[in-house]
């Protein structure tokens, strides 16, 4: 097809147009046997919500992100079951199957070095997976489950996860750790072993490492986005918060909120923002959507007056800048 999937296209084409689709369709519960079907009449018969099912396949084979008005279309539910069931297919069946195959193919007993230490880098870079998926499922996933169920607790918020996902060394590692262990297969495997077995767990250890990072980019560029919209939604409402008669005096802005406002006072655009900030524009977008919500402030002028008085810059730092 090589065009943008719609509701009304034959999910058969889909799948056929990109193999890669039956993953998709997999994660979100969808089952084959569904004939010349359309994507809306299948989704609905499977109560998948289709906006989201198309999101995502127009994403992983199409590079295509959402438009503003499509994310506001978008299920967080339905986002957190596709990134649950795809981190479960990682760990339960796709990476066993490749670490299988590499047993089959060499001779992994300490007896045999090198056998050994593939087997030993993949164990270790399963781990290194597994790790930072249960942190997301027990940290991050919770989160947002909570406030699919209207609970914000005043201590959290997605920016803490959002840096975490940006920042962390845990890309780094997984990253090394996979680089040795090709290396180690490309260049030193040994005569001995199985080639057509061992090759094609090399190729299906590539093939998981173009998913990982399709699945890495879908949280950075769809999830968080969405995520980020229903926390703007969600009053702070922690059991152990303090009463209602001292809220008021709280801070109702966040330190990346600030940052975005600072940013806006000194006149840079959405996307110079978002690059001094290492976060993707329409997540500057979405900052400055609850900026305005919070302080009932429309304009950059506005937020230049209201960064004043509250201290978050000073009258020299932006003296001679115009205020539109």
Known sequence: MGHKYRSNDSLAELISDDFRLLQVMSRFGIALGFGDKTVNEVCRENGVDTDTFLAVC??????????????????????LTYLRNSHTFFLDFELPAIRRKFVNAVDCSTQNEIGFLILKFFDDYVAEIKRHQEYEAEHFFQYVDGLMHGRRPADVCLQHF??????????????????????????????????????????????????????????DTVFIPVVS??????????????????????????????????????????????????IATHTVLTHRRNIAR?????????????AIVNGIVKVDEIRDLPIN
């Open 58 to 79: 127009n994403f992983i084979s199409q590079g295509l992100k959402p438009s503003f008005e499509e994310y506001l279309s978008l299920h967080v539910e339905g986002l």
């Open 229 to 278: 919209m229903l926390e703007s939604q969600v009053d702070v409402n922690d059991e152990e918060s303090e009463p209602e008669n001292k809220k008021s005096d709280k801070d109702p802005l966040s330190q990346r909120e600030k940052e975005i406002i600072m940013g806006v006072v000194k006149g840079q655009t959405n996307k110079e923002i978002a690059d001094s900030l290492f």
């Open 162 to 219: 959002e840096d975490d996902h940006t920042h962390q060394n845990d890309d780094q590692m997984i990253a090394r750790k996979l680089s040795d262990l090709k290396n180690i297969i490309i260049r030193y495997s040994p005569s001995s072993a199985n080639k057509e077995e061992l090759n094609e767990a090399l190729l299906n250890l590539f093939e998981f490492e173009k998913d990982m990072e399709s699945h890495t980019l879908l949280e």
């Open 294 to 306: 919070k302080l009932d402030i429309h304009t950059p002028a506005g937020l230049v007056i209201y």
